[in-house]
Each structure stands twice: as structure tokens, then as C-alpha cells.
């Protein structure tokens, strides 16, 4: 997860600002980028720069079957599932079983230190927009656990 915040410094955002200041993103312009060692998500950077102070927006791509282990940010962040079905959990402990299925259109705060954990645990990728403000980062509850957990079997009813 703290790959995250480096790729933001570096990547290229997907419009820049007319002269009026206004800016207009089509998916088109939008530029994804696996994020080394994340078992193929994905990362774009959409508006502002999360390493830096101010407003931004991301998307993360999650292919199926791959969720994030227990972390926290600094920020609040404010995250909307865009496609398929995101599944959340909070707390220190990674338990697939306790993950809530959110669809598209869903929206979840995760306030500033919540510690959470999220991804697809399904059959289909999952694509959620995050809004927050920066400076961003994240930082793993256990430092010794994988950033990344395979779920094969997809959360239990």
C-alpha cells in the first residue's frame, strides 16, 4: 500500500487544467498502473497529487480474488465503488468471512487511522474511486504481513 502514494508522485495525471482552471477527465485519459508486487492492481491517478497538500482523486483496480491486509492513512478518504463488488472489512484482524459487500454506486468512509482492509473477494475485478487530502500514505498494522492476500474461496455468507 505505501507503493500508493509513490506511484502518485510519479505519474502522469490524467488532464491538466484549461485556462480557466477547469478540468475535464474522459476514462480514455486515464493511466493505470500495477503497483510492483501487488499481484496485478492496478493504480491511476486522476486529479491533484496525493503526496502533496491538497485535494485528490485516485482509482484503484483490484483483480479477483486479491485483497489488501489491515493498514491505515493519515486522512480521511471517501472511496466509491465504480464496478463490481468491493468487499470491506475494519479492524486489525484480516477475516474475509467479516467483509461487507459493497456494489457500484456504494460509498464508505475510512476516517483518518481507521484501520481497514478491502479488495475483490470475488470473481470480478473491482474498480473504486478515493477522494481524500493529502499529504496520503499508508502504513501496514503488522509491518511482517503480506501487503496482499489471495482469497480463494471469496467471503462466507
Avoid: C
Avoid at 468487499?87 to 467483509?99: H, L, N, R, V, W
Avoid at 454506486?105 to 475483490?120: A, C, E, I, L, Q
Amino acid at each position: 500500500m505505501l507503493v500508493i502514494a509513490a506511484l502518485s508522485i510519479t505519474a502522469v495525471l490524467a488532464a491538466l487544467p484549461d485556462p480557466e482552471g477547469f478540468v475535464r477527465v474522459t476514462p480514455a485519459e486515464i493511466h493505470w498502473t500495477d503497483i510492483p508486487g501487488a499481484h496485478g492492481v492496478q493504480f491511476a491517478p486522476v486529479l491533484g497529487d496525493q503526496s502533496k497538500p491538497g485535494i485528490y482523486v485516485i482509482r484503484v483496480k483490484f483483480p479477483p480474488h486479491w485483497m489488501d491486509t489491515p493498514h491505515w492513512h493519515p486522512n480521511d478518504r471517501y472511496v466509491t465503488v465504480l464496478q463490481g463488488t468491493w468487499y470491506t472489512g475494519t479492524g486489525p484482524e484480516f477475516d474475509p468471512s467479516k467483509a461487507v459487500p459493497l456494489g457500484p454506486g456504494s460509498v464508505m468512509k475510512h476516517p483518518g487511522h481507521g484501520v481497514h482492509w478491502d479488495g475483490s473477494a470475488g470473481d470480478q475485478a473491482v474498480i473504486v474511486q478515493i477522494i481524500g487530502v493529502g499529504p496520503a500514505g499508508a502504513t501496514q498494522v503488522d509491518p511482517k504481513a503480506p501487503d496482499w492476500v489471495e482469497v480463494k474461496s471469496g467471503p462466507r455468507p
